[in-house]
């Protein structure tokens, strides 16, 4: 699923494409693409693209009167559409313009979990979906996450992951971030304290910075394989930092990456949900 960097970079290249823009039609393709009823899409027609942000996981297209909230969820991407075929491929919802280009929310595979919502311009922050969305992960003070970390004691990479802990990050950063800060990624958030929160803090900066570079060098969103790190999807390379060998923890939806060495005291921890972990 396209994280921060990736959905922060490509933010950016559609803003600075499709900004002041005029929409002419939003076209929900599939049933399920529009989440929202009121207010109806038709509200933005005629009114220019303002720009297009980020919170979260989640793109924010801004006109005037409304916002279109998209999510990609795991296959999803929102990109030009030159063709604009009648039935695009994984086609989920497209935006007309009046100068005859179009954007086109695809998404591949079978779930169909991405969307589009329609918000009130000044409401977006507060309504479903972005309401339930923890501080921003690049925003949160070592300060911040360590009050956080107090009150969702939790393993740490699955606080990482929880929108509602923190917003952004994803199974790759999360990865990523224990791996950078030398802990555990199952170290008990309610034993990290300040002194292990300012280490997740540096940690996500140093791990989003460096997505971020390689995401702006592009022309669209990189695919999963391409993006930067030491440890995710590298289990039996040798760990970038040390040499040891990058194990993992597999899980039905998700796996967890990581060096013993750095992170864990040398100790291999057991690839299953029943174990003992490492704390």
């Given at each position: 699923m396209?994280?921060l960097?990736?959905?922060?970079?490509?933010?950016?290249r559609?803003?600075?494409a499709?900004?002041?823009t005029v929409?002419a039609?939003?076209?929900p393709?599939?049933?399920t693409?529009?989440?929202?009823?009121?207010?109806?899409?038709?509200?933005a027609?005629?009114?220019?693209?303002e720009?297009?942000?980020?919170?979260?996981?989640?793109?924010?297209?801004h006109?005037?009167?409304?916002?279109?909230?998209?999510?990609?969820?795991?296959?999803?991407?929102?990109?030009e559409?030159?063709?604009?075929?009648?039935?695009?491929?994984?086609?989920?919802?497209r935006?007309?313009?009046?100068?005859?280009?179009?954007?086109?929310?695809?998404?591949?595979?079978?779930?169909?979990?991405?969307?589009?919502?329609?918000?009130?311009?000044?409401?977006?922050?507060?309504?479903d979906?972005?309401?339930?969305l923890?501080?921003?992960?690049?925003?949160?003070?070592?300060?911040?996450l360590?009050?956080r970390f107090?009150?969702?004691?939790?393993?740490?990479?699955?606080?990482?992951?929880?929108?509602?802990?923190?917003?952004?990050?994803?199974r790759?950063?999360?990865?990523?971030?224990?791996?950078?800060?030398?802990?555990?990624?199952?170290?008990?958030?309610?034993?990290?304290?300040?002194?292990g929160?300012?280490?997740?803090?540096?940690?996500?900066?140093?791990?989003?910075?460096e997505?971020?570079a390689y995401?702006?060098?592009?022309?669209?969103?990189?695919?999963?394989?391409?993006?930067?790190?030491?440890?995710?999807?590298?289990?039996?390379?040798?760990?970038?930092?040390?040499?040891?060998?990058i194990r993992?923890?597999?899980?039905?939806?998700?796996?967890?990456?990581y060096?013993?060495?750095?992170?864990?005291?040398?100790?291999?921890l057991?690839?299953?949900?029943?174990?003992?972990?490492l704390?």
């Amino acid at each position: 699923m396209p994280e921060l960097p990736e959905v922060q970079a490509h933010a950016e290249r559609l803003s600075a494409a499709f900004s002041g823009t005029v929409l002419a039609r939003f076209q929900p393709i599939t049933f399920t693409a529009l989440k929202t009823a009121v207010p109806p899409p038709d509200t933005a027609y005629g009114h220019p693209l303002e720009s297009v942000g980020r919170r979260g996981k989640y793109l924010l297209l801004h006109f005037a009167p409304v916002s279109f909230i998209v999510h990609l969820m795991q296959g999803g991407r929102l990109k030009e559409d030159e063709k604009q075929s009648a039935k695009p491929r994984g086609g989920q919802a497209r935006w007309r313009f009046d100068d005859g280009r179009a954007l086109l929310l695809t998404e591949m595979g079978t779930e169909r979990r991405a969307g589009v919502w329609v918000l009130t311009a000044g409401t977006e922050l507060t309504s479903d979906p972005l309401d339930h969305l923890g501080p921003e992960a690049m925003d949160v003070t070592p300060a911040e996450l360590a009050e956080r970390f107090a009150a969702n004691p939790m393993r740490l990479h699955g606080f990482l992951r929880n929108q509602r802990c923190i917003a952004g990050l994803g199974r790759r950063l999360a990865n990523e971030v224990c791996h950078r800060a030398k802990l555990s990624p199952f170290a008990s958030t309610a034993k990290l304290g300040e002194a292990g929160a300012a280490k997740v803090v540096a940690a996500i900066h140093d791990a989003v910075d460096e997505g971020l570079a390689y995401e702006r060098t592009r022309a669209d969103m990189s695919a999963s394989a391409d993006r930067p790190g030491g440890v995710h999807k590298r289990t039996g390379e040798p760990c970038p930092v040390c040499g040891d060998v990058i194990r993992e923890v597999a899980y039905s939806g998700y796996t967890v990456h990581y060096c013993p060495t750095c992170q864990t005291g040398g100790k291999v921890l057991a690839d299953n949900t029943t174990s003992k972990f490492l704390k």
